[in-house]
């Protein structure tokens, strides 16, 4: 199963990380290396046993700690080959680079990445879906609209993060912004809104879905509960009440937790359909069998008068058995705790 963290996300830097098994992959490195080191140990990831650095774009507070990190740690980086080519200008030591184009997908060991195509003032922005053992976590940041393809490609996913950037009435209402900026923040290859975040989540929820990390949020234009509650208050009209709703922030990072809360339950849930099935097929091919031998084999009346009685007999016995083992596969169940404690409060 995927654990996921946001170790810090705003427009001073941002960077998350996710992991299954051995493999450990950081996503963008806009905090400073110390910063990126320091919060990586927070969440219980040593930075030398980082599998590889996926990077969205080549936007400073993606990449601005990616140099002196890669000086203290040897990690090939996967990126396209424009944004390489944007980024690499700034490296005084390179890395082992693996390119990819927009809507490829690769392995980092067991962890597969879909890569899908976004719309951003950069070179050649991506989104991103990491899927390790049936759990999906989809990774949107920077982007200035949804698109039909982003809205596939999220489809499914069991956590996403997602950008959730500006308040419509805040933005218009700073006075720290010249006119031209909040045009650019606004625009169709510039950030999405609370609105526009709520739009995209509520137009992508399943019941797969457990859990929405907003990110890159304006310290000046946006709060985080005006922004958690309005992408809530629309998963809530389509009866996803359950699904938690957080803001990352900028100076310290979420905890890492299991992208996908019910997934041990589900997996217990198909291998009992399994036995069970088995088991039923079984019983059905013994039962012909049975059938077969009696029309084969002579019958004593004594028997056919007893046989009822036997066959009540049977069905109780049976009845008792499965009852048994009904009771003894819930007892064996592990219960399943709260994985994410106070991480979070229910959109609900």
Same mark, same amino acid.
């Given at each position: 199963?995927?654990?996921? #963290?946001?170790?810090? #996300?705003?427009?001073?830097? &941002? ?5 299954? *098994?051995? =493999? ?19 969440? *219980? ?18 990449? /601005? ?14 990126? =396209? ?6 980024? /690499? ?9 693996? @390119?990819?184009? %927009? *809507?490829?997908?690769?392995?980092? &060991?067991?962890?597969?990445?879909? =890569? ?10 991506? *989104? ?6 049936? $759990? ?9 609209? !949804?698109? &039909? ?9 069991? $956590? @996403?993060? !997602? ?17 031209? =900026? ?11 809104? &609370?609105?526009?975040? +709520? ?18 949020? #304006? ?7 005006? +922004?958690?509650? $309005? ?25 890492? /937790?299991?992208?996908? @809360? ?8 198909? $291998?009992?359909?399994? !036995? ?11 039962? +012909? ?33 499965? #009852?048994?083992?009904?009771? %003894? ?20």
């Amino acid at each position: 199963m995927l654990r996921f #963290s946001v170790l810090g #996300s705003g427009s001073a830097g &941002n960077s998350a990380v996710a992991c299954s *098994g051995q =493999t450990r992959i950081l996503i963008d490195a806009g905090l400073s290396a110390r910063q990126l080191c320091l919060r990586l140990e927070t969440v *219980g990831i040593d930075p030398n046993s980082l599998s590889a650095i996926v990077l969205t774009h080549e936007h400073g507070d993606h990449v /601005r700690g990616l140099d002196v990190f890669l000086r203290k740690c040897q990690v090939p980086v996967y990126a =396209t080959s424009h944004t390489c080519q944007v980024v /690499r200008e700034g490296l005084r030591t390179q890395p082992e680079w693996r @390119l990819f184009e %927009a *809507g490829d997908s690769f392995a980092v &060991n067991d962890v597969q990445i879909e =890569t899908f195509s976004v719309p951003h003032d950069a070179v050649d922005p991506v *989104g991103f879906v990491l899927e390790c053992a049936r $759990t999906r976590v989809g990774v949107l940041s920077d982007i200035g609209h !949804v698109t &039909n393809l982003v809205r596939a490609r999220l489809a499914g996913v069991h $956590t @996403l993060f !997602v950008e959730s950037n500006y308040d419509e009435v805040m933005l218009q209402n700073d006075v720290k912004r010249p006119w031209s =900026t909040k045009q650019r923040i606004s625009s169709r290859h510039g950030h999405l809104s &609370n609105d526009q975040a +709520a739009e995209l989540v509520a137009a992508m929820a399943s019941a797969e879905l457990h859990r929405v990390v907003l990110g890159h949020l #304006s310290r000046d234009c946006n709060a985080p509960k005006v +922004a958690a509650e $309005t992408v809530s208050a629309g998963l809530r009209k389509l009866g996803f009440s359950e699904v938690d709703v957080i803001c990352a922030g900028q100076n310290e990072p979420l905890p890492l /937790r299991d992208a996908a @809360l019910l997934m041990a339950e589900a997996v217990v849930a198909e $291998t009992l359909e399994t !036995v069970d099935a088995a088991a039923a097929d079984g019983a059905a091919a013994g039962g +012909a069998s049975a059938r077969m031998r009696e029309e084969e084999e002579p019958v004593d009346s004594s028997e056919t008068k007893t046989k009822p009685q036997a066959k009540a007999k049977g069905k109780s016995d049976a009845a008792s058995s499965r #009852s048994e083992k009904a009771s %003894a596969r819930h007892q064996s169940q592990p219960h399943q705790p709260d994985l994410f404690g106070a991480w979070s409060a229910q959109a609900g």
